[in-house]
């Protein structure tokens, strides 16, 4: 058996009870020394707190094998890289259905309204974004990779303050992270968990920003129909400057100026006048990668109006979540040549989101109580 203080060893035997005896059975009771030690529930040969240790180094670690040299200097015994890899996804995958179940709770509250008590100051935000994941299986256009679905959410009451203008250098001292390989449908009850987890329905305003896309717009007008959505004003910079190069052929003499004033427009909510100009470009053929602008700028007319945000003091960057997007995805499950399949990488980013969120004493509670 595995343990913190080095391997124990354990010779295995029964035990017999000689008091008292059971007459109408006419024998001894017989009890497996397993049993007594307690060790005849645990799903690998260690304790709960070595589990907890090899889960810990398996999601952090860049590769299983790096866990378990990690985990031999720790330790002081060797754990195979199979046996890491195995008690890592058993570890996960109890985090994950613990999400699952919780958030099939939780979903209740979308149909039946939250008790809303009266509303306190501040806002609280829910940042999605959707990042590439490769897998081992291809779909039916040949593509191995997947998106990976990560949700955010925290309260403005626990961002601190740094003095940046456009609030890149503010800290966020308490927040939650959500992932998941899977639909937007499938995702919508984990988004909803956290933001309940988050005191959705507390706070005087509920704040979504995105980068745009047509699923996450959708979701998030079922989930929270009270909110303001914004639209992430780094992406959609990207997008002019996209649109910009194209059109003036990557000149950037030309190219440059007209998405600043663009952006100038936009900024000082100047939408007629972007909506004209984009209407001399309207038959000019997009390449893949490139989006309309004027189609894009439509869909998210009511999500755009930074002027009025900037005056209220809201966020509108989603770079928390684009940070995210590297610490929970990834550091650990975009390493060179790394391909994984849905069930081996859904423990790991649950295991990810937990530590990021701060949350390792939720993963410590359910391995003991197992």
């Not at 913190?4 to 009870?17: A, C, D, S, V």
């Not at 299983?64 to 008690?87: C, D, F, H, M, P």
């Not at 209407?279 to 109006?305: M, S, T």
């Not at 979540?321 to 391909?339: C, D, F, P, W, Y």
């Amino acid at each position: 058996m595995m343990t913190m203080n080095g391997i124990l060893t354990i010779k295995r035997t029964i035990l017999i009870r000689t008091l008292p005896y059971d007459e109408e059975l006419d024998k001894f009771e017989i009890i497996p020394l397993d049993e007594l030690l307690q060790i005849d529930i645990l799903p690998f040969k260690m304790t709960k707190l070595v589990m907890l240790e090899v889960a810990y180094e398996g999601q952090r670690s860049s590769s299983y094998r790096e866990a378990s040299n990690e985990l031999s200097k720790k330790l002081g015994y060797q754990i195979s890289t199979s046996l890491v890899r195995s008690v890592t996804i058993f570890v996960g995958n109890l985090v994950y259905q613990n999400d699952l179940t919780n958030a099939l709770k939780t979903q209740v509250l979308i149909t039946n309204s939250i008790p809303f008590r009266e509303k306190e100051k501040g806002e609280l935000y829910i940042l999605i974004d959707g990042a590439a994941l490769n897998t081992r299986i291809e779909d039916k256009n040949g593509s191995s990779w997947r998106e990976n679905k990560l949700g955010m959410s925290f309260a403005s009451i626990n961002v601190v303050k740094r003095g940046s203008s456009d609030k890149s250098g503010h800290v966020i001292r308490k927040k939650e992270y959500t992932a998941f390989v899977g639909s937007a449908n499938e995702f919508a009850k984990f988004v909803y968990l956290i933001a309940v987890n988050q005191s959705y329905g507390k706070y005087a305003q509920t704040i979504i920003l995105g980068d745009g896309a047509t699923w996450i717009r959708t979701m998030c007008e079922r989930l929270f129909p009270d909110a303001i959505q914004i639209l992430d004003l780094y992406h959609l910079k990207e997008n002019i400057y996209d649109f910009a190069k194209h059109i003036f052929k990557n000149k950037k003499a030309k190219y440059k100026p007209w998405a600043v004033m663009m952006i100038d427009y936009i900024m000082d909510h100047k939408l007629d006048k972007v909506f004209l100009e984009l209407e001399k470009y309207d038959n000019i053929k997009l390449p893949v990668g490139v989006v309309n602008l004027n189609n894009y700028l439509n869909n998210n007319r009511d999500k755009i109006n930074y002027k009025d945000y900037k005056a209220k003091g809201y966020f509108i960057g989603s770079g928390a979540i684009e940070s995210a997007n590297k610490t929970v995805l990834q550091r650990r499950l975009k390493q060179a040549g790394m391909r994984w399949s849905v069930e081996t990488a859904q423990p790991i980013l649950s295991l990810r989101a937990k530590v990021e969120s701060g949350m390792w004493e939720h993963v410590k509670l359910l391995v003991m109580n197992l």
